[in-house]
């Protein structure tokens, strides 16, 4: 319903109203529901009861009908009842921000926000959406803090930030619509849309260090083994023949080294967004594989490792990569 509201008011007016709820309620990691916060307006079914209070009040002044009177002075006075009662059911709260788990660019992510008041009194019925998003809708009642996740969608990579948070409330009897806009900081990681990419020549790792295979090869010693018909003379052991301890053949292997690189010079001539893309592609394709990997990116460089924290590390530097500026700045979180 906000969402379909915001659609009739003109650019330049949200503009000047964004400005506006900038200077009278700032953003801040809590904040506490008070009467600066919070605004109050008759929903369509109270506009409707006033309407008609208001006739059943017109029909008692001019036929001077007292039972009438009575009849318009009751509902006058629920009406106002349900004013403070609206009010009360949001006054007072604290509302913070908790956390957000990184996803992938295009998935919905999950804001994690808390509600909680410091009274023992039960509230009913609190909203909290996005502009554009589904609300989730929570209860204090056995306990005086609940947490809602409250869903965004995204729309890019690096820090995802979904904007004020609407909380409101139409509780008790759906006559007045409670509301405020609250900027909690909330933000996120996101991390490039994985897209299989062109097939690549695996780079391997220079060094010695790290996990290594041995194959058949010609440059390193790897043990002797049994003498076999047409094994060449120079690899026959004459030691071991002259202590009279049988004729023995040296075996030779290469060293294999299956630690990858994932290099941005990969795919040359692709764009810098589809660039990232298949990196993230092949980072959970070689993740699942469990083999070592490292990133090369302009500017960036993470060595080779395994694990979810080494995989969370290159995600982070693929979604706050800026082309020609290495990573974006990485912000306290």
């Not at 006054?91 to 909680?116: K, T």
């Not at 897209?195 to 780079?203: D, R």
Request: charge should be positive; include cysteine.
């Amino acid at each position: 319903m906000a969402a379909k509201a915001h659609g009739f008011i003109p650019p330049f007016m949200r503009r000047r109203f964004s400005l506006w709820l900038n200077r009278r309620m700032p953003a801040a990691r809590r904040i506490r529901l008070n009467q600066q916060r919070l605004f109050i307006l008759p929903t369509k079914a109270g506009t409707a009861y006033l309407v008609l209070v208001s006739i059943i009040w017109l029909l008692a002044t001019n036929y001077q009908n007292g039972l009438v009177f009575a009849v318009a002075c009751l509902l006058s006075s629920l009406f106002i009842t349900a004013i403070l009662h609206s009010y009360a059911n949001l006054a007072g709260l604290d509302v913070s921000f908790v956390a957000a788990e990184p996803v992938f660019n295009g998935q919905q992510m999950l804001f994690r926000i808390a509600v909680c008041c410091a009274d023992q009194r039960q509230r009913q019925g609190i909203e909290l959406h996005f502009r554009h998003a589904e609300s989730q809708v929570l209860d204090l009642l056995d306990s005086n803090r609940q947490e809602a996740l409250v869903p965004a969608q995204t729309d890019h990579r690096g820090w995802f930030h979904p904007g004020r948070v609407t909380v409101e409330s139409r509780y008790p009897v759906g006559l007045f619509r409670v509301w405020t806009y609250l900027d909690l900081n909330c933000k996120g990681l996101v991390y490039p849309q994985p897209v299989e990419g062109p097939e690549v020549m695996s780079a391997p790792a220079q060094g010695s260090s790290g996990q290594r295979q041995l194959t058949v090869g010609s440059d390193d010693f790897a043990g002797f083994k049994a003498y076999q018909k047409g094994m060449p003379l120079q690899h026959l052991s004459w030691k071991h023949y002259a202590r009279e301890r049988g004729l023995l053949g040296k075996e030779y292997a290469d060293a294999i080294d299956e630690r990858l690189w994932l290099r941005w010079q990969d795919y040359p001539g692709v764009d810098s967004e589809l660039r990232l893309s298949y990196l993230c592609d092949r980072l959970l394709d070689v993740a699942r594989r469990e083999a070592e990997y490292g990133l090369q990116l302009p500017g960036v460089e993470v060595l080779q490792g395994r694990g979810d924290a080494h995989s969370q590390e290159i995600l982070r530097n693929l979604a706050l990569f800026e082309p020609g500026g290495g990573s974006k700045r990485r912000e306290a979180f």
